[in-house]
């Protein structure tokens, strides 16, 4: 297949290209480079030390013999160069990582809301009347968020896009699926959910073909193909806009700093590793959802855990601290989850869990490049309101109260 991967050098868009690659695809990356300039914004780099994508192709070039086609185009603001290509390359399948992923970034301030609510809502829909216009007949597949669901504990699974229902008729109880209930719990979270009906939409109306992968937090940093080469290594958010909490625990481990739990650590959360993840996309773009039929959801997660849980696994594996923080973010201390992803499970993914060994190789990851690191950039900053701004702890390693007499 030739497909184009919008987003292709993130953190799950580039691995993602790799694997796509290795399995024979003709993979054009589209992305414009949004993540570096965000590094450069917030004075943070990877925790791995990246080349350029035009670096990183080459030696995928080298590697394997095989080409990685690159793209300098940015989807949201770019319409008509986006069409273009399109007509001019017409893929046969589209991956649609191209949106602005970290929640904290998007409560920074209100021109980071802005910026994440425009550049995102933009990009989709721009995929989406340039697909119209062209009438090519592309598979898309979207990169969503288990989020858009929220994380109210409501004590039965959570099913995999859609809810079925019963409405009272005059006639009596009609039975019904609709899509699940949205309640976001950031603005990055809200164009998620926004993206589901203009998706919605767009496959009733324009019998576009449309899978939306609900995905975990993503954990790991390698893949088997960012392995093969030091210079395919896979970047690592570690500060606390990008660092997303599993990873930022394993590598607060490694530098010996105390795990920044927020609150109680009762929030219960969805995690796929990023091997699961590439070869999940794999399996759902040979799964596409016919013209007509309405947008395929699944639930891209294996497990679920509880972040206090975690902490404490990681403490005791390592020694490492644990802080209890006050929790920047507005949302429940203590939650429930019963995630349903029987649809991956039934298409062949065997999940790969905590339980494997994998933790102690990010651990080593960390200890590699923690001189990389800058300590000041670990605690997260980000208030979902003023009132939580003014109690944010922006010191968990207490250094301000070390005496230097
Ligand atoms: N948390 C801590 N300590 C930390 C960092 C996070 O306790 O140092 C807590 C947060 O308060 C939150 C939970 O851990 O309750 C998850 O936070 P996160 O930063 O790991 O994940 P989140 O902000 O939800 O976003 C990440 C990705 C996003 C993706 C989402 C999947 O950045 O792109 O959509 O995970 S999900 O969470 O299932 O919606």
């Not at 007509?87 to 990582?97: G, L, N, R, S, Y």
């Not at 030091?230 to 990873?247: A, E, K, P, S, W």
Request: negative net charge.
């Amino acid at each position: 297949m030739r497909i184009a991967v919008l987003g292709g050098d993130g953190f799950v868009g580039w691995p993602t290209c790799l694997h796509l690659s290795d399995l024979g695809h003709e993979v054009h990356i589209i992305d414009n480079l949004s993540r570096r300039w965000i590094d450069a914004e917030l004075g943070v780099q990877s925790l791995t030390p990246m080349d350029s994508i035009q670096e990183r192709c080459r030696i995928w070039m080298e590697v394997t013999g095989r080409k990685l086609h690159f793209h300098l185009l940015n989807v949201a603001t770019e319409y008509e160069r986006f069409r273009g290509w399109l007509t001019e390359h017409q893929p046969d399948a589209i991956i649609h990582f191209a949106e602005q992923r970290a929640a904290p970034y998007s409560m920074k301030t209100d021109r980071h809301k802005v910026y994440t609510v425009n550049n995102n809502v933009s990009a989709t829909h721009n995929v989406l009347a340039a697909l119209v216009e062209t009438g090519i007949d592309a598979h898309l597949v979207h990169l969503g968020t288990m989020g858009v669901y929220g994380y109210s504990s409501i004590g039965a699974p959570i099913p995999e896009g859609y809810l079925d229902v019963e409405i009272d008729t005059p006639n009596g109880k009609k039975e019904q699926q609709i899509l699940y209930p949205t309640r976001p719990g950031s603005v990055y979270h809200m164009t998620k959910s926004l993206d589901q009906i203009l998706f919605q939409f767009y496959a009733q109306n324009d019998g576009l073909r449309i899978t939306d992968l609900h995905q975990g937090i993503v954990w790991g940093t390698h893949t088997d193909q960012t392995k093969r080469h030091v210079q395919l290594i896979n970047r690592f958010d570690y500060d606390g806009d990008y660092g997303t909490v599993l990873n930022r625990f394993l590598i607060q481990a490694a530098i010996d700093y105390p795990l920044t739990v927020h609150g109680t650590g009762g929030q219960t959360r969805a995690f796929i590793h990023i091997r699961d993840s590439v070869r999940c996309i794999e399996l759902a773009l040979g799964d596409a959802p016919k013209a007509g039929e309405r947008v395929r959801i699944f639930n891209q997660m294996t497990e679920t855990h509880r972040v206090r849980d975690l902490a404490q696994m990681i403490a005791a594996q390592t020694g490492a601290e644990v802080a209890f923080l006050p929790n920047p973010r507005k949302e429940a201390d203590e939650n429930e989850l019963i995630v349903k992803n029987d649809q991956f499970l039934a298409l062949g993914l065997e999940p790969t869990t905590l339980a494997e060994g994998l933790l102690d190789e990010i651990v080593d990851v960390a200890k590699k490049y923690a001189h990389r690191i800058d300590r000041k950039r670990v605690p997260a900053v980000s208030a979902w309101t003023r009132d939580i701004a003014a109690r944010i702890e922006t010191d968990p390693e207490g250094k301000r109260l070390r005496s230097v007499s």
